[in-house]
């Protein structure tokens, strides 16, 4: 089975800190995704990557940055965490997005305060 | 419209009866389509996927797909309390590499 962790599954930061996600998968897939969810809004999309050094806006690209200097690690920054970056960030991989889906990761619940 | 649009329910169903959820999407050219099952506080979780018009059954689980007229729907036979989560569709985007997903339906199975 596919693994895709994510380094932390808590994490409380403070307002203005540059805060990193981390996440991994062991499959050698080549499309790495990272996504926040809020309730009622649902999944959104930030960043994603389909090769190394590769990397595209998704949907809601401000205040975030990403890096995938390896195939299995595509890393989420907040530049300068804010209060309403308080939410579930979710990574997910797949070997070709759009006929075998994504794997997410456990998520990592991130508190800004 | 949204590219993939679900009912957000809560959606009610006693335990052993047939639980209906409903997906509609607006790419026609969409050509794989998913559902994700996600427990509360926890991350989706790929239980079904479908990519030819008709049905198609894996266990309790049976997805159907009707591309003419872009809607999905998943069908759990004999819910049980632990199907009780929310239940995502996803779709792909034909113009890029990537899925969509609605919002989810909340099912909750009642004993």
């Known amino acids: 089975d596919v693994k895709v962790t994510q380094s932390s599954r808590y994490l409380v930061k403070r307002t203005g800190e540059k805060v990193f996600l981390e996440c991994v998968q062991d499959?050698?897939?080549?499309?790495m995704f990272w996504y926040r969810q809020d309730p009622g809004l649902g999944l959104r999309l930030i960043y994603f990557?389909?090769?190394?050094?590769?990397?595209e806006k998704g949907d809601i690209p401000e205040g975030y940055s990403v890096s995938r200097e390896k195939k299995e690690r595509f890393s989420l920054i907040l530049e300068s965490a804010s209060t309403n970056q308080t939410s579930m960030y979710l990574c997910?991989?797949?070997?070709?997005?759009?006929?075998?889906?994504?794997?997410f990761g456990s998520g990592t619940r991130l508190t800004v305060v | 419209q949204k590219e993939v649009e679900q009912n957000s329910g809560p959606l009610s169903v006693p335990e052993g009866a047939i639980a209906s959820l409903n997906c509609t999407y607006s790419?026609?050219?969409?050509?794989?389509f998913f559902w994700y099952r996600q427990y509360s506080g926890k991350s989706p979780e790929l239980i079904m996927f479908?990519?030819?018009?008709g049905d198609k059954e894996d266990g309790r689980f049976t997805a159907q797909l009707n591309k003419a007229s872009q809607y999905v729907s998943l069908l759990i036979r004999d819910s049980q309390p632990s199907d009780s989560a929310t239940y995502l569709c996803?779709?792909?985007?034909?113009?890029?590499?990537?899925?969509?997903f609605g919002s989810g339906t909340r099912l909750s199975i009642r004993p």
């Open positions: 479908i990519y030819s018009n």
């Open positions: 997910a991989s797949s070997l070709a997005a759009t006929e075998y889906g994504y794997t």
């Open positions: 996803a779709v792909n985007n034909s113009s890029a590499s990537k899925i969509i």
């Open positions: 499959m050698d897939h080549e499309n």
């Open positions: 790419d026609r050219g969409s050509q794989s």
């Open positions: 990557s389909y090769d190394v050094k590769m990397k």
